[in-house]
């Protein structure tokens, strides 16, 4: 079964920076997108980042375009979210996450929660 464990998340003023990484283990890495999800207290969970097998693909949710960075490193089967300018409405639990496509299981971390307050 597969496996994704999230870490990097904390306490951080408004303009600061976190990263966030998330080490897959348990499938073959390098076949499957990837995607941060994030969700802040009392609202549904979101798309933030996208990006493909190879990390020659991206996207963005608008409310984090220009400030967040989603990367990978296939070798270290470990996906990476550079997020920059951070703002308090950022404040959620952040969530790595493979989308398994029709056939394929999806599978999700337990999450890491940052925190944006001064």
């Known amino acids: 079964q597969g496996r994704l464990v999230e870490s990097g998340g904390g306490l951080v003023q408004p303009g600061g920076s976190l990263t966030l990484s998330c080490v897959a283990s348990g499938f073959v890495f390098s076949l499957w997108d990837m995607n941060w999800y994030r969700q802040a207290p009392e609202k549904k969970r979101e798309l933030v980042a996208h990006i493909t097998r190879l990390g020659d693909g991206t996207n963005y949710a608008d409310s984090v375009k220009g400030r967040f960075t989603i990367s990978r490193d296939n070798a270290k089967e470990t996906l990476y979210l550079q997020m920059n300018n951070l703002k308090p409405e950022d404040t959620a639990t952040y969530y790595c996450?493979?989308?398994?496509?029709?056939?394929?299981?999806?599978?999700w971390g337990i999450g890491t929660l940052v925190t944006v307050s001064s």
């Open positions: 996450q493979r989308p398994g496509g029709d056939y394929g299981t999806d599978y």
